[in-house]
């Protein structure tokens, strides 16, 4: 009865620390507390009642990782840790401390609070175990949950929900997919060479002088083809303002091919200037992300996107860790769910001083996408 109250009251303890954490943090919020509880509850399950001090190590262990790495990779990356994060980190070890030692100001908080949570959760070794005839089952829990999520990631043709980590989920259930897919997809797939198309790679461009433009607005829009706008032949009016601009000196109007039917793969593409498949791990090096290329040469960044937070989850891979500003319809008053029209990023867009210094910023658009006219008005509707 001791040991069940004390799993009971540390579970909690716990996850009112990951609430804690994301207020302070300016994190969105855990959408299923009761799972979340229940996350807990198994790590301290497992760390007080197996039988074995090695699986006791394990759990702690991740555990851990789970805490700290999410906390410090969000505080750069705007993203909990995911499987292909895992695997530049052993390749390019060197690099990413040397960079990190230079981001120290950007997570010397989140670090700290994430010590104090394994404090509380590794203190759980000085209560005193009693050992039950079936403790081993414990172990077996733990060993089995964790194969199961190996052949998953292995076996998974939805490869979305592990490679973009869902910010909505708790710190141990991303990163247990996270994990899961590193171990189970990625180390396999290139111990044993048994992809089919090799790996994109393309070493950052060098700089060939000072920028020109200090201001280069990107509107990026969604679910729109070329075969649709009168600016390229379509019988009706549907694109006004291209039709106009098209014939302006310097204009250049054009048609162009997205690099996947979805955003989380078009957006991230596009971003980091992808053009062949299997680029991922270029895409989360960043080498040739328009981002990063921006605040080499001295830009402030924005991506300001209509899109719901809750569909965003590749920020990560579309560049937030050179993003100065990230702004979601979350930030103007909706839900995490909620998209919101176009119109809406206007304002937030209206309030940088472009008059003063570089800027790089991106407007990410929505109202083009499927359902038709949700996030449209009577007005705009005629032009769908």
Not at 87 to 106: C, Q, R
Not at 166 to 179: A, G, H, I
Not at 248 to 268: C, D, E, N, R, W
Not at 336 to 358: E, Q, T, V
Request: aromatic share 16%; net charge positive.
């Amino acid at each position: 009865m001791r040991q069940f109250v004390i799993v009971v009251l540390y579970s909690a303890i716990l996850l009112s620390l990951e609430v804690i954490y994301r207020k302070l943090f300016n994190i969105s919020s855990i959408e299923r507390y009761t799972e979340s509880y229940l996350s807990v509850c198994l790590f301290v399950c497992l760390f007080v009642f197996s039988k074995y001090r090695i699986t006791r190590i394990l759990v702690g262990a991740l555990f851990a990782i789970s805490i700290v790495v999410n906390n410090v990779h969000y505080a750069v990356y705007q993203s909990w840790i995911g499987p292909v994060n895992y695997s530049l980190a052993f390749k390019e070890i060197n690099e990413i401390t040397n960079a990190g030692l230079t981001m120290i100001d950007k997570f010397i908080y989140p670090l700290l609070f994430g010590l104090f949570e394994v404090a509380v959760f590794l203190s759980l070794s000085f209560i005193k175990r009693k050992v039950y005839k079936l403790s081993w089952i414990f172990d077996f829990i733990f060993y089995a949950v964790m194969m199961y999520v190996f052949v998953r990631a292995y076996t998974t043709k939805s490869h979305e929900r592990f490679i973009s980590p869902n910010t909505v989920y708790s710190r141990l259930k991303s990163n247990y997919l996270s994990l899961g897919y590193f171990i189970g997809r990625i180390v396999p797939y290139e111990i044993f060479s048994l992809s089919n198309i090799p790996l994109y790679h393309k070493s950052k461009p060098m700089k060939s002088g000072s920028p020109k433009i200090k201001n280069i607005i990107l509107i990026m829009g969604e679910s729109a083809t070329s075969s649709h706008f009168s600016a390229f032949g379509y019988g009706r009016k549907t694109s006004p303002f291209l039709d106009s601009l098209k014939y302006k000196s310097g204009a250049l109007v054009g048609k162009t091919y997205s690099g996947g039917k979805l955003t989380a793969i078009s957006l991230p593409m596009f971003f980091n200037a992808i053009p062949y498949p299997n680029g991922i791990q270029q895409i989360a090096k960043g080498d040739t992300n328009l981002f990063n290329l921006a605040k080499e040469q001295g830009f402030q960044t924005y991506f300001y996107s209509a899109q719901a937070r809750d569909d965003m989850h590749m920020i990560n891979f579309l560049g937030g860790a050179w993003i100065d500003d990230i702004r979601f319809p979350d930030n103007e008053g909706y839900s995490l769910r909620d998209s919101m029209p176009d119109n809406k990023l206007l304002p937030a867009f209206k309030n940088i001083n472009l008059d003063n210094g570089y800027h790089f910023v991106v407007l990410h658009h929505r109202g083009s996408h499927i359902p038709y006219g949700a996030l449209l008005d009577e007005k705009e509707k005629v032009f769908g």
